[in-house]
């Protein structure tokens, strides 16, 4: 499955995707509890060639089927419906019709989100002449359809987090409000602000002891956003292995915290055609995203409040102990020992988080990968105290 280029995140001008989500996620009303699951109506005549995407969605969320679009308007059928899927029914015409009296059926409708051929004239008149928030393929491969509607996935994530405990539910509503604010600041020029990344580091540090912040990284990994989710765990994992290996002045918890978290934030001045592209890049835009670290540095140093510590890392997080890194092919011995930390960190996490163009790997997968890279392009020492630390060793007390 692959989605029509801009509608997924498409905006219409009285209502964005994300208010309608959250519109959405308000009328699930006493049925959203913790036990319960959003509904998704899907109107198709045929659900085959969205089957791998409908046995994805009924991990979170129930499924309910509806033999004509207009029935999908019965008030019963749209209560605590996040999403309706209209499969292709060309003996069924209106559309068009049937969007505007959704709208004016619900006071907070749902997302729709419409299923047809990619060359067939039911998606030419989708894309074309209607405001349907995400547009499927149905004749791209099921893997496809899983991994493009992983926004129905991260909905289930942000409502489960909302139900945990408050003080992780608290991160998780910081850490979007604050990647919000550096994109804007970044797009703008202007300064980002240190004090707001050390009062979520803050958070973080009261609450990295906790079974349930380990949950909530598991949780993350199956949410769409994947800079936010990636910032937010990177910064994480480097905290727990600076613990590790004997970290204990708060001020250093609280910089190591830091420096994961913005060791990528040259990636928010990317065009973002490339940053949210929902596929494999191209090799001309792997080469722009190639120049994040330089972004990073940048941006760091322009703010003019973070240390050298937080910019080397930035900087060169990307390069590898035989000299083949990027962006400056340093050899091992000019690449800072903090860069070395979050570049295992950030290796670490990015295997086991969801990419667009490839399934995530659990931890226990991931591991293996990282002592394969250990030497050559990866820290030994690193990979072997953050092993320690996820397979439940003794930690170091040097």
């Known amino acids: 499955m692959v989605l029509s280029q801009g509608k997924l995140l498409t905006e219409s001008p009285d209502r964005t995707l994300a208010e309608r989500a ?38 979170d969320y129930a499924l309910k089927a509806v033999d004509s679009r207009w029935d999908a308007l019965v008030p019963g059928n749209l209560q605590s419906c996040f999403a309706l899927i209209l499969g292709e029914r060309p003996n069924e015409p209106g559309i068009a019709d049937f969007l505007e009296r959704l709208n004016r059926t619900e006071a907070r409708p749902p997302l729709v989100i419409v299923a047809g051929p990619k060359n067939g004239p039911w998606a030419h008149f989708v894309e074309r002449q209607t405001d349907a928030d995400g547009l499927v393929f149905t004749d791209a491969p099921a893997e496809h359809q899983i991994h493009t509607f992983r926004l129905l996935a991260g909905n289930a994530v942000d409502r489960k987090i909302a139900q945990s405990d408050p003080a992780i539910a608290k991160i998780w509503s910081r850490t979007k409000g604050l990647l919000y604010d550096l994109s804007v600041r970044i797009r703008a020029g202007q300064p980002i602000p240190r004090a707001d990344v050390q009062d979520l580091a803050a958070s973080v540090l009261e609450t990295v002891d906790s079974p349930d912040l380990s949950n909530f990284l598991a949780l993350l990994r199956d949410h769409h956003a994947e800079l936010m989710v990636h910032a937010l765990n990177v910064g994480i994992t480097a905290l727990r292995l600076g613990r590790h290996i004997g970290v204990r002045r708060r001020e250093h918890e609280l910089r190591l915290f830091e420096t994961g978290f913005l060791h990528d934030v040259g990636k928010l001045a990317l065009p973002l055609p490339i940053l949210q592209k929902p596929g494999k890049l191209t090799d001309e835009e792997m080469a722009i995203v190639a120049q994040h670290p330089i972004e990073s540095e940048k941006i760091l140093r322009q703010s003019g409040a973070y240390d050298d510590l937080v910019i080397s890392a930035a900087l060169q997080h990307h390069e590898k102990l035989d000299g083949t890194g990027y962006p400056y092919r340093l050899p091992a011995e000019k690449i800072a020992d903090i860069s070395r930390l979050i570049a295992v960190c950030d290796v670490f996490c990015a295997l086991t988080e969801h990419r667009s163009y490839r399934p995530k790997r659990s931890p226990e997968e ?33």
């Open 22 to 59: 959250a519109s959405a996620r308000a009328a699930c009303g006493p049925e959203n509890s913790a036990t319960s699951r959003d509904r998704i109506l899907v109107v198709a005549t045929d659900a085959s060639p969205i089957g791998g995407l409908l046995k994805f969605l009924t991990q």
């Open 366 to 398: 991931a591991l293996p990968v990282l002592r394969e890279m250990s030497g050559h392009h990866l820290d030994p020492v690193y990979v072997d105290r953050l092993t320690e630390l996820l397979t439940g060793a003794p930690p170091s007390q040097s």
